[in-house]
């Protein structure tokens, strides 16, 4: 089954049938193929560059995380599907005004358009990751802060794309997570992964370890029990680590495992943006069995105070995330106000 014909039979099951989320997923579709598109030359921009034919016209010497933004952004615009735009990439949200500066959209889309971009130049896979909510202003108004800032189990659809050895389309619409890939001859998504599921027993763990001397106590000590030897629980665990959100969660969702960036003492709200990355990796996560939480708090019940603001992040295969909650309520619970604490966007890392 293609991704069109997946979005036609199952109209009926999106939570708004209206056929305008639909158009939506569709537009999506295709910004990824777009994007997917130029991903895919990254390596030999300059060398054809050089010959005199790509690098004069400025899209080809963008940074690709602007040239992915860009192309996200136009694709929805153009289509005026959506009434408001936010992005890891923009400092302040986007409002989409129709013809006749009027729009009648009821959707917001927010997005990290490209996430893991520092592997572009290392031809390792990266990720794009949308959030899809139903605004809570009046239709035909201009959009406000107000209706992006909602909290993530407001979420109608999230998704997102990986550029991997295939380039995949993973979404939610609050019915289960499918996957469809890429026949990149002939640029249409089949669906290849229908109703993931994350296996309910995970053995790998993916942190960025190296940070390990900054982070709290509870934290330390679930990375001390991941390594330890207990046959009982199939320890020790393995561990991958990326450095591309989605890529790590993919292969967590398929395999089983769970992704932890979490409060530093450099970073105490670690890293990630809660609006971009988070709420809607978290979504798919619970859609597909899983669990994300910032380590105390489910991350879907975190009501927004900001655009870019920053949240640690625990999500994966259920028992591996209640397990690391149990170690930081154990031993870092009275550390958890110093993060709630500093302010949400001054940690720049
Ligand atoms: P982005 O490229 O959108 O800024 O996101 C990168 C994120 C995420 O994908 C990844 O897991 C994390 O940053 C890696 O951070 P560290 O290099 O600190 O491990
Ligand atoms: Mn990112
Ligand atoms: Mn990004």
Known sequence: MTLGEFIISNQKAFKYSS???SRLINSIRLAAKVVNHEIRKAGLVDI????????????????LDVLANDLFKQTLINREIVCGIASEEEDDYVIVEGQNKTNDNKYVLLMDPLDGSSNIDVNVSVGTI?????????????????DFLQKGSEQVAAGYVAYGTSTMLVF??????????????????YLSHPNIKFPEIGKIYSVSEGYFTHFQEGMKRFLVHCKELNKEDN????ARYIGSLVTD??????????????????TPNGKL????????????????????????TRILDIKPSELHQRVPFYCGSKQLVQKAERFMSEFSAEEKPYYDMVSNNDNTH
């Not at 054809?48 to 940074?63: R, V």
């Not at 959030?131 to 406000?144: H, K, W």
Request: glycine share 14%; charged share 15%; proline share 6%.
């Open 130 to 146: 949308f959030s899809i909510y139903r605004r809570v202003s009046p239709i035909g108004t201009p959009v406000t802060k107000e």
């Open 48 to 63: 054809t560059g050089a010959a005199g034919d790509i690098n004069i016209q400025g899209e080809a010497q963008q940074k």
């Open 273 to 296: 943006r809660l609006l971009y990355e988070c709420n809607p990796m978290a979504f798919i996560c619970e859609q597909a069995g899983g669990k994300a939480s910032d380590g105390f």
């Open 235 to 238: 320890r020790p665990y393995t």
């Open 249 to 266: 969660f993919h292969r967590n969702m398929l395999k089983g495992g769970v992704y932890i960036y979490p409060a530093t003492a450099i």
């Open 19 to 21: 056929g305008e989320l």
């Open 172 to 189: 939610t619409t609050g019915n289960g997570v499918n996957g469809f890939t890429l026949n990149p001859a002939i640029g249409t998504f």
